[in-house]
Antibody, heavy 119, light 107 residues
Framework: QVQLVESGGGVVQPGRSLRLSCAAS????????MHWVRQAAGKGLEWVAS????????YYVDSVKGRFTISRDNSKNTLFLQMNSLRAEDTAVYYC????????????WGQGTLVIVSS | DIQMTQSPSSLSASVGDRVTITCRAS??????LAWYQQKPGKVPKLLIY???TLQSGVPSRFSGSGSGTDFTLTISSLQPEDVATYYC?????????FGPGTTVDIK
């Protein structure tokens, strides 16, 4: 069965960095686009970043451009999110999600990892 | 950038009622739209993709329609287990923006 397991969250001071990982299993990871979505406490969903199946194209929400970098290692079935220059407003649960196909939607989600940016 | 809005922001309905949620894009997005359900404390669940295609395993009381800028999610007969927040999401131009959500509860 498809599984996505995030890790790497924690408490970090403003301006510092954190790297999130998402370990994928149960499907051919290298065939799917992948995404990061975040949700602040009591707030809605915010798409953060995406990467094509082969890593050739990456997209970001404006608020993280230049600070966050999405990447993947298809040999290790792992998705990453490098977060630099963190701000208090980046505090959220971060989910990785699989894009099921062209115009398909995000059909599988991890359980999320909590990032708290605080001094 | 294309903005997504939803209405209403919340609603309360009785069991068995027909419920309709509207999602609007600030520019046309063809049918590049998905709907999700998120129950309290849970991970979002894909309900509808390509504006009107029901995801496998989703009850048939859920349906989606629309294209261009205006979309709707309909629950034909509201059930207690449908209490959740519902989000639309656009799928085009490398931006996957979610709507602000509509919270549905039972009257």
């Amino acid at each position: 069965q498809v599984q996505l397991v995030e890790s790497g969250g924690g408490v970090v001071q403003p301006g510092r960095s954190l790297r999130l990982s998402c370990a994928a299993s149960g499907f051919t990871f290298s065939s799917y686009g992948m995404h990061w979505v975040r949700q602040a406490a009591g707030k809605g969903l915010e798409w953060v970043a995406s990467i094509w199946y082969n890593g050739s194209n990456k997209y970001y929400v404006d608020s993280v451009k230049g600070r966050f970098t999405i990447s993947r290692d298809n040999s290790k079935n792992t998705l990453f999110l490098q977060m630099n220059s963190l701000r208090a407003e980046d505090t959220a649960v971060y989910y990785c999600a699989r894009e099921g196909g062209w115009n398909y939607g995000f059909d599988y989600w991890g359980q999320g990892t909590l990032v708290i940016v605080s001094s | 950038d294309i903005q997504m809005t939803q209405s209403p922001s919340s609603l309360s309905a009785s069991v068995g009622d027909r419920v309709t949620i509207t999602c609007r894009a600030s520019q046309g997005i063809y049918n590049y739209l998905a709907w999700y359900q998120q129950k309290p404390g849970k991970v979002p669940k894909l309900l509808i993709y390509a504006a009107s295609t029901l995801q496998s395993g989703v009850p048939s009381r859920f349906s989606g329609s629309g294209s261009g800028t205006d979309f709707t999610l309909t629950i034909s007969s509201l059930q207690p287990e449908d209490v959740a927040t519902y989000y639309c999401q656009k799928f085009n131009s490398g931006q996957f923006t979610f709507g602000p959500g509509t919270t549905v509860d039972i009257k």
